[in-house]
């Protein structure tokens, strides 16, 4: 029974990783509606507006059984990812539809914060479980779970570095440090995340287009750049993409004729654009997941703050030996970083580590 529901559940799951790129800004879910033992509707979340998972499962048993859709969902158990909806938001509550159709019993992934389906549900009378497959559904929900629960996206954070911790050449000589077949690999972070964040240091040095071209996306992941004086022209390479771009700066004081850039004023802390500021707007414009793609200067104040979740290093088999920049100037208060290696693959010739921050 248990390891039906995990199998169902599993279902469910990988029909919520096929939302990305298809939700934003809404969560992912994936649903599978099933009767008797056999799978009778499936759904993930549709474009904003459109139907959630739930309401996607049950429109697809609406579809497979034209005649008498109404008695086969009747008594049904629906599986799903995450907690359904309670509130009616640009589209009405999920628990709504799920009482109307006389769904028997509904077996979640993980709970949402934001949301009271589970009480409304126990209320109509709907039998309730929650937590199946609760650590692949909560991994899988990790960004929109932050965005509710800490107000700020999960910050993923790329650096590629040499065996001695080099990230550049001082003299901005030998842009790739790592092989082609990492920058490949690094490619499928841009990917799965909303948005990418940098600073104006990396902008001006490198002129970098921070786009996805390993693989087709349907869109390009949002860019963001910190520049506290508004270096930006608008003209470099990575404003030149369809999706929008912010620029957060502390003055706003000159126009940038790039209809797709969006200017936001941010207060600064000693001088620099406050991070936990930057990340609470990035939140509330509904980013979830944000990858760091910066130099040793943002990077390290992201230390400082302790706001970066997991660490993705390229490690090159290089001595880039003096005249090089560190990927982070260590200070007293960064002692307490307490990091877990969940992931180690060797990537061509460099060594790919994946660490979760054990404190964020
Ligand atoms: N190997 C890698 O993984 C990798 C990745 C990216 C870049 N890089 C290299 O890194 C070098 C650039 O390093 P960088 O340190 O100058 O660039 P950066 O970290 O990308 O940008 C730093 C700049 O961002 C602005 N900023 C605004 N708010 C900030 C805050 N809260 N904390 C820190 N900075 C803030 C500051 O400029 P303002 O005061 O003007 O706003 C600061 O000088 C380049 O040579 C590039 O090739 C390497």
């Known amino acids: 029974m248990e390891d039906q529901r995990k199998e169902f559940m599993g279902i469910a799951l990988k029909l919520a990783k096929e939302a990305k790129d298809i939700s934003f800004p809404n969560p992912m879910v994936g649903a599978v509606l099933v009767k008797n033992n056999e799978i009778i509707g499936k759904g993930n979340t549709k474009e ?23 008695e086969k969902i009747k008594g049904s158990s629906l599986y799903v990812t995450l907690e359904p909806c309670s509130k009616q938001g640009r589209t009405p509550a999920c628990t709504e539809e799920i009482i109307k159709n ?22 109509a009378g709907i039998k309730t479980q929650i937590g199946v497959l609760k650590d692949q559904t909560d991994d899988h929900h990790k960004g929109f779970l932050s965005r509710v629960e800490r107000k700020r996206p999960y910050v993923r954070c790329k650096i590629a570095c040499s065996l001695d911790g080099g990230v550049a050449f001082l003299n901005g000589e030998s842009k790739w440090i790592t092989s082609e077949k990492s920058r490949i690999d690094s490619h499928d972070l841009r990917k799965k995340s909303d948005a990418i964040i940098t600073g104006i240091g990396t902008v001006i040095a490198d002129d970098p287009k921070m786009t996805v071209r390993s693989k087709e996306v349907k869109k390009q992941p949002i860019v ?22 912010f620029i957060f700066t502390k003055t706003n004081h000159k126009t940038i004729n790039n209809k797709n850039i969006k200017i ?86 460099d060594l790919k580590l994946v660490a979760i921050n054990q404190r964020s």
């Open 48 to 70: 904003p507006g459109n139907n959630h998972a739930e309401i996607s499962a049950i429109n697809d048993a609406k579809r497979n059984f034209p005649s008498n859709s109404e």
């Open 102 to 123: 006389s769904i028997k019993e509904v077996i979640i992934g993980s709970s949402d914060p934001s949301q009271d389906g589970l009480k409304v549900l126990s209320n």
């Open 224 to 245: 963001c750049v910190l520049d506290t004086k508004l270096k930006s022209k608008g003209t470099e390479k990575i404003y030149q993409r369809d999706s929008e771009s």
């Open 264 to 349: 936001v004023e941010i207060d600064s802390k000693e001088g620099d654009i406050n991070l936990r500021d930057t990340l609470e707007y990035l939140a509330k414009e509904g980013i979830s997941e944000l990858m760091l793609e910066s130099g040793p200067s943002l990077v390290s104040s992201f230390i400082e703050e302790n706001l970066i979740d997991e660490f993705i290093f390229y490690i090159a088999p290089k001595l880039m030996g003096k005249n090089k920049y560190k990927f982070l100037d260590l200070t007293p208060e960064i002692k307490e970083l307490e990091l877990k290696v969940i992931e180690t693959q060797y990537i061509g010739n």
